[in-house]
């Protein structure tokens, strides 16, 4: 119903009907019909009728106990049959693609009234129109598929490919030429790693931490071993298909024999002519279960070979249940006498560690900026909620202990943001040679702070949110699902141990000989 066919009545009208099969109530100026709905309720109907509700303004009872998309439902909206005579809506819907006021809900660059030394104006309209996409088309679709494990629809998946977030979400680079990106907000040659890091921002932010793989991890780590090393034959055949979300590829790498150690890996390559022949596992791979290829990581005479792998009968992929949604497409493979071309050989035989190294820092990165971005989230939930919940006879933020666990979570994300951005910048002015040699050390740290800081955050947050926390729906949804997945950040990509041992070893390397104290 449009807001001009709304009846205006006052709330003495609306105290009339307060029984059962006569029942109206006050949402923020909103007059609602719940005569037939109460005994449909998911609450029940009792509530409805306490005395506070029934015919009542019941605006805070309601925001006490749903958020507030529970009211954008089509469902639920139609229920509105007016709206109070003199009275305005103050607490407003969310509006795709706008800032939160929320202090520290967005990072300092899009707050207002601060400075930033590393965006321009063509990342500000770049970050409006990515989330406006994001939260548009991508949300509900996210939330939908984190429900019931199913991968994002083709439909979107070519969407992204279409506005070109798929071949971005690879960072800068010679892929990006000739692309119309986010339909034409931005160029190939603005394109920078601080416009990738709000395309990884904008889509981690909606609580489905399994859709946040399913987004096509994938291709981020399993694609750049094709553009870098294989022969433009192979180039021009896979990567079009890819980038545009027609085809799905997938790196294999770890196997049950094998995950951060990477040089336990069984999975063999024997030479037959112009073909390798692939037998073995692989294990935890993203986005697996749907890949049309995957590049794998074989044993091989003369020490590890990567190659491009086509699937086909001779490989079999099972979804793996994991403790987050099965939208991420997470495998376990099996290749069975898989008959490769050699001409799909990524970079020289026996030289797969160097072409795995070589994008493990990319990985890493993309992987804590996303994971940095849901703890953003995670902190404006609490600062809400705090702020909304009344308990006591007083807002939860009156508790000092509340206090106390909001200052750490803010300042966790903010710490991180900065060291995050400073890392970018110089990803920004690095080749990637002297990235790789000066970076490494620093984003591992700084992966190893944010995993740790985000299971921090997400003791803290359920703490503040209490049992709401515990369900998969209703007002701590999205603290639920990131209590249940933080852990994941600490394993993907090295787990938490391995890349802060990593950090140091990279720092010692480079101590001076001479150093004393
Ligand atoms: C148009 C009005 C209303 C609609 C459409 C509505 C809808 C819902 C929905 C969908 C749920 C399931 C949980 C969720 O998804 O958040 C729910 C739960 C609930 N509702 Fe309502 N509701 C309305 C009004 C009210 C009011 C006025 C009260 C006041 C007491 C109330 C009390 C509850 C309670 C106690 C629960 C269970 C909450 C929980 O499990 O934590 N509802 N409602």
Redesign the pocket.
């Known amino acids: 119903m449009s807001n001009k066919a709304l009846k205006e009545y006052t709330l003495e009208e609306v105290s009339k009907h307060n029984n059962e099969g006569d029942l109206w109530?006050v949402?923020d100026s909103k007059v609602?019909d719940?005569s037939r709905?109460a005994n449909l309720?998911?609450?029940g109907p009792t509530?409805?009728f306490?005395s506070g509700?029934a015919g009542k303004d019941?605006t805070d009872?309601?925001f006490g106990?749903?958020?507030h998309e529970?009211?954008l439902r089509p469902q639920?909206k139609r229920?509105q049959i007016g709206t109070v005579s003199g009275q305005e809506e103050v607490i407003k819907p969310p509006v795709p693609g706008q800032l939160s006021m929320v202090p520290y809900a967005e990072p300092t660059w899009l707050t207002k009234g601060y400075y930033t030394p590393y965006y321009n104006d063509n990342h500000r309209r770049f970050q409006t129109a990515v989330r406006e996409f994001m939260e548009t088309v991508v949300k509900p679709e996210s939330i939908r598929c984190e429900e019931n494990g199913k991968r994002i629809s083709q439909e979107v998946f070519e969407q992204l490919g279409d506005l070109g977030i798929i071949a971005m979400r690879l960072g800068p680079g010679k892929h990006l030429e000739g692309r119309t990106l986010m339909g034409g907000v931005t160029k190939p040659e603005e394109f920078d790693h601080f416009h990738e890091l709000i395309v990884n921002v904008e889509l981690a932010r909606f609580g489905t931490r399994g859709v946040i793989d399913g987004l096509l991890a994938g291709c981020v780590i399993g694609l750049p071993p094709v553009l870098n090393y294989g022969s433009p034959e192979l180039r021009a055949k896979i990567v079009p298909d890819v980038l545009s979300g027609k085809k799905f590829i997938a790196l294999a790498i770890t196997e049950a024999f094998a995950g951060s150690d990477v040089s336990g890996l069984q999975t063999t390559a024997v030479r037959d002519g112009d073909y390798w022949v692939v037998t073995g596992t692989k294990k935890w791979i993203t986005n697996g279960t749907w890949a049309d290829y995957f590049t794998t990581v074989c044993q091989t005479e003369g020490g590890y070979t990567v190659m491009l792998i086509e699937r086909c009968d001779e490989i079999s992929t099972k979804p793996i249940k994991t403790s987050y949604s099965s939208a991420a497409g997470t495998s376990y493979i099996v290749f069975n006498k898989v008959r490769v071309p050699v001409a799909n050989t990524l970079g020289k035989v026996g030289a797969g560690m160097s072409v795995i190294l070589s994008n493990f820092n990319h990985e890493r990165w993309m992987i804590l900026t996303t994971g940095l971005a849901a703890q953003r989230v995670v902190v404006e939930e609490c600062l809400k909620w705090a702020n909304q919940r009344i308990v006591f006879g007083k807002p939860l933020h009156a508790q000092p202990v509340m206090r106390a666990k909001l200052a750490q979570m803010i300042s966790r994300v903010e710490a991180s943001q900065n060291w995050l951005e400073s890392i970018t910048y110089q990803m920004n002015h690095m080749s990637y040679d002297e990235m790789s040699s000066k970076l490494a050390g620093p984003i591992a740290l700084l992966k190893q702070f944010i995993s740790l800081t985000g299971r921090q955050i997400a003791t803290d947050a359920s703490q503040v949110f209490g049992g709401?926390s515990l369900t998969v729906?209703?007002?701590g949804n999205i603290i639920e699902n990131f209590h249940r997945t933080a852990g994941f950040d600490a394993t993907l990509g090295g787990t938490e141990d391995i890349l802060g041992d990593l950090g140091v070893r990279q720092a010692m390397k480079k101590m001076p000989q001479n150093a004393r104290l």
């Open positions: 109530i949402i609602y719940i709905f309720h998911p609450g509530v409805l306490a509700v019941a009872a309601f106990l749903h958020r529970v009211l639920y229920l709401r729906t209703g007002m």
